[in-house]
Nanobody, 116 residues
Framework: QVQLVESGGGLVQPGGSLRLSCAAS????????MGWYRQAPGKQRQWVAT????????NYADSVKGRFIISRDNAKNTMYLQMNTLKPEGTAVYYC?????????WGQGTQVTVSS
């Protein structure tokens, strides 16, 4: 089983930047893909970005493409989400997710608030 812990959320002004981290532990060798999701108040959780631990290929939702960068440091078992040019609609709880052949795991989430 994989355990995930997010950090790095907070309050940022529109146009600002923030970097989220997701530290993984447990059966890390079994992870096939990792990603970031977000859930705004009163809305469904939506996919933001995905990265493959092996090879490092990435994919992004159209709403964040060109502004967000997903990356990973395999030596530290940590995934990151660099968020630039943040917009008020980016206010949400951000979750990281890992996928193995047998199950998916979620972190507890970290709050990001974009407001002046």
């Amino acid at each position: 089983q994989v355990q995930l812990v997010e950090s790095g959320g907070g309050l940022v002004q529109p146009g600002g930047s923030l970097r989220l981290s997701c530290a993984a532990s447990g059966s890390i060798f079994s992870i096939l893909a990792m990603g970031w999701y977000r859930q705004a108040p009163g809305k469904q959780r939506q996919w933001v970005a995905t990265i493959m631990p092996t090879g490092g290929s990435t994919n992004y939702a159209d709403s964040v493409k060109g502004r967000f960068i997903i990356s990973r440091d395999n030596a530290k078992n940590t995934m990151y989400l660099q968020m630039n040019t943040l917009k008020p609609e980016g206010t949400a709880v951000y979750y990281c997710k890992s996928v193995t052949t047998t199950r998916s795991s979620w972190g507890q989430g970290t709050q990001v608030t974009v407001s002046s």
